[in-house]
């Protein structure tokens, strides 16, 4: 069983500092790894898309990727209460003669003002 | 304003009832998606299609049903044989392969079962 693993927290930061979300997945065959958002009652919105190793970074959002040790992280600075959500990692894996997508249980990240 | 709708935004079923969900997309993209997300845990994948006519079953399919007879519409049906529903539904959508490219999400159907 192919797996997305995500601490789920509540992880919470105070405004303006660095929040760091985690994620580990089992299938060594990934290529493709994506960070959604996904506000309460609302579905996900996609924020950053990364499939090589190192760093992306979008604004204020830094997507870390690491295939030899199966890790992917995001890093969100100078963390605004807008930002308190619950992220999901997500990853593709091959599945019969397409892949799918994989998603994480998700990280809820709460900014205190 | 390109995008993916879905309707209704809530939705209440009894016992033995079964209701379609519908999902609309105007982004000309080949791949659809459902997947089901209950409180606390990921998104799981109901069924997919990539092209027009064709469709395949996700990790739980049981109970439900899917036809993709035009690239803009990916309807899912809940039957009365799905026996815990009460979820939110997710209709989603990508240029292609999942892995080649990112999926973008409508705004959800919520089901209640009375």
């Known amino acids: 069983q192919k797996e997305v693993e995500q601490n789920s927290g509540p992880l919470s930061v105070p405004e303006g500092a660095i929040a760091s979300l985690n994620c580990t997945y089992s299938?060594?065959?990934?290529?493709?790894f994506f960070w959604y958002r996904q506000y309460s009652g609302k579905s996900p919105e996609l924020i950053m898309f990364?499939?090589?190793?190192g760093d992306k970074e979008d604004g204020r959002f830094t997507a870390q990727l690491n295939k030899a040790s199966q890790y992917v992280s995001l890093l969100i600075r100078d963390s605004q209460p807008s930002d308190s959500a619950t992220y999901l990692c997500?990853?593709?894996?091959?599945?019969?003669?397409?892949?799918?997508?994989?998603f994480g249980p998700g990280t809820s990240l709460s900014v205190i003002p | 304003d390109g995008g993916i709708t879905q309707s209704p935004k809530y939705l209440f079923r009894k016992e033995g009832q079964n209701v379609t969900l519908s999902c609309e997309q105007n982004?000309?993209?080949?791949?659809m998606y459902w997947y089901r997300q209950d409180p606390g845990q990921g998104l799981r994948l109901i069924y997919y299609?990539?092209?027009?006519?064709?469709?395949q079953k996700g990790d739980i399919a049981e109970g439900y049903s899917v036809s993709r007879e035009k690239k803009e519409s990916f309807p899912l049906t809940v039957t009365s044989a799905q026996k815990n529903p009460t979820a939110f539904y997710l209709c989603a959508s990508s240029i292609q392969n999942p892995g080649l490219g990112s999926q973008y999400f409508g705004p959800g159907t919520r089901l209640t079962v009375l």
């Open positions: 997500a990853v593709n894996a091959r599945w019969t003669s397409y892949d799918k997508v994989i």
């Open positions: 982004l000309n993209h080949d791949a």
């Open positions: 299609s990539q092209i027009v006519n064709d469709f």
């Open positions: 990364i499939y090589s190793n």
């Open positions: 299938d060594r065959g990934s290529q493709s």
